[in-house]
């Protein structure tokens, strides 16, 4: 069984980065697809991007194209969210999840999820 920990959020200006990780034990995260997803208050769980297994295709929404990169590092079992130039509706908390099986965009689908971390975007 899978156990995920986000950590990294915190509070930031607009324009500030901050990198998420999401570090997994009890199964190797190289062999599941691992999505980031935030949800604001009010609002519905969003994915903002998908690695699949083994570094295969990569997603992002369009609002973060270009300003956030997900990669993994294998050895330390370890996928990371490098958040660049955030916006105020950046904001949010963020969630990773992991699948063995399902790397698309529907987040009941994953199986594993960690607790997540909030990220505050604020001037």
Known sequence: ?????????????????????????GGRLEYYATGWFHQAPGKEREQVSCIS????????IDSVMGRFTISRD???????LQMNDLQL??????????DENYAGTMGQRYTHWGQGTQVTVSA
């Open 53 to 60: 297994r083994r570094d295969g295709p990569i997603h992002y």
């Open 89 to 98: 509706e950046d904001t949010a908390k963020y969630y990773c999840a992991a």
């Open 74 to 80: 294998n050895a330390k079992n370890t996928v990371y």
């Open 1 to 25: 069984q899978v156990a995920l920990v986000e950590s990294g959020g915190g509070l930031a200006q607009p324009g500030d980065s901050l990198k998420l990780s999401c570090a997994a034990s």
